[in-house]
């Protein structure tokens, strides 16, 4: 009795939060163990007001964390509460708002240097961030602030083509928290002046440090938001020269933002020789965005290839199916014809579907009743012409009848089931099958759906079999 007293003890302590469970071993198995742990007495203030952030009650939000640090200073929440009211007040976008919030971030560098966001690099980021905003709405001193974050940037990255280590306080493993901090000054930089950003966003790409890849994937991001003829140039010599894959893939990726023929060139090159597939469907992506008539070409071409990479293929035929003309749509009803890979003609119809007239929808719904075919792409074809309007409900009940294999029956019965509720004829021909359908599994489906149904004439013929 003792014992059970003593364990009712524990767990309303455990539910007023004066005792913690810590994990414990008795022979190998898990047990729970009391143990007593000083509560902090603004955690609850504090999950409020993360509550209210989450919600999106910013004003609520900024609020409750200035409360929290007033009336629990030592609490060890009390340091991050100013980065997140300063994050709650941001979301206002006023220039007083934002003016506040940097001023709290300051205060907080100052007064709690070891809290969790500022030695994560999170908070001076943040910072950054909002003096950018201000520069780029007249403010003169974040404006200033932002230049000359943007030539430490550029210092730094001097410093790192020359060899040097980019900050003393760098361990081994390579962590930088400046980086994100940088990022955003030459970002900043960007919306305020790009020709003063473009050369330290180069000197940028030029580093060849350890762990220097994050940020030169951030710098190929800023360049190509200024879409010239220069930033070509930049994001061309990024693909064809960085040793990061992945920034040379993204280099590639956002070439698809910048006009002239240097870059449309090279990105038919890619995927015309390259052996990187990463790369070459990046490429795809890039010419996809293009309006040329050569991009479109060469990715028809692509998709044609035997000894291009299936998946890259599909990918090709994808982006085709994205731009509606009449090439597109012919060369994809040719190239299902010329197909004997499923995977691929699923990727056609799909393309097809996108593609509503100029003879798709007679091409799709041809191919469901087309017994050269698989019946999994037969099922396929109708389900695109269902789904995109392309048969009518008589045609189905049609294709129903005459159709042999139950499979393309049941693809049929969902068919007509999508339109139950719009189609009183749809539910028609459910009825008509659940009632004179031979097969067992047949009729159990269209049961199923009719239970689906809200039409009163379903509820009554499932009321009779009930009742049966």
């Not at 560098?109 to 980021?125: C, L």
């Not at 015309?272 to 070459?280: G, I, P, T």
């Amino acid at each position: 009795m003792q014992k059970l007293a003593r364990i009712l003890s524990i767990v309303a302590a455990v539910i007023a939060g004066e005792v913690a469970l810590a994990p414990a071993t008795t022979h190998g198995i898990l047990v729970a163990q009391a143990t007593t742990v000083p509560r902090d007495s603004g955690e609850a203030m504090y999950r409020r007001a993360r509550a209210s952030l989450s919600e999106g009650e910013y004003e609520r939000a900024a609020e409750l964390f200035a409360q929290m640090r007033a009336t629990y200073p030592k609490s060890a929440y009390a340091g991050d509460t100013y980065y997140w009211q300063a994050f709650a007040l941001s979301r206002d976008g006023s220039s007083a708002r934002l003016r506040r919030a940097v001023s709290l971030l300051d205060e907080q560098a100052k007064a709690y240097a070891s809290a969790g966001t500022v030695k994560s690099g999170e908070a001076r980021t943040l910072a950054t961030r909002l003096k950018g905003q201000l520069a780029r709405s007249g403010d003169a001193d974040a404006a200033a602030d932002v230049a000359e974050r943007a030539a430490r940037a550029e210092r730094a990255a001097e410093r790192a083509v020359a060899g040097g280590r980019r900050n003393a306080d760098t361990p081994p493993g390579c962590k930088d928290e400046d980086d994100d901090d940088r990022i955003e000054a030459l970002n900043a930089l960007m919306q305020m002046n790009a020709d003063q950003a473009m050369p330290i966003l180069k000197k940028v790409l030029e580093r060849r440090d350890p762990c220097s890849e994050l940020l030169r994937r951030k710098a190929v991001f800023l360049i190509s938001q200024k879409r010239t003829e220069e930033s070509a140039d930049i994001l061309l010599k990024a693909a064809k020269t960085d040793p990061d894959t992945e920034t040379r893939s993204q280099a590639v990726f956002w070439l698809s933002q910048v006009p002239g023929d240097k870059a449309e060139e090279f990105l038919l090159g890619i995927i015309r020789d390259s052996k990187d597939e990463e790369v070459q469907e990046r490429a795809l992506f890039s010419l996809s965005q293009r309006k040329s008539e050569r991009a479109q070409q060469a990715l028809r071409d692509f998709a044609s290839r035997t000894d291009a990479a299936p998946q890259l293929r599909e990918r090709a035929i994808f982006w085709i199916g994205q731009r509606r003309t009449e090439e597109n749509a012919k060369f994809l009803r040719d190239a299902f014809a010329k197909s004997d890979n499923d995977d691929v003609r699923e990727r056609i119809l799909f393309s097809l579907a996108q593609m509503k007239g100029m003879g798709n929808d007679t091409f799709i719904l041809d191919q469901s009743t087309n017994p050269k075919l698989s019946i999994d792409i037969r099922k396929r074809a109708l389900f695109w012409a269902s789904q995109q309007g392309m048969v009518s409900t008589a045609q189905l009940a049609s294709i129903y009848d005459k159709n042999t294999d139950n499979e393309m029956r049941e693809q049929v019965v969902f068919a007509l089931a999508q339109r139950g509720n719009k189609d009183p004829g749809a539910v028609d021909k459910l009825l008509e099958i659940a009632k004179t359908e031979k097969n067992a599994d047949l009729r159990k489906k269209t049961i199923f759906w009719l239970g689906q149904s809200k039409d009163p004439r379903a509820a009554k013929l499932l009321q009779e079999l009930i009742e049966r």
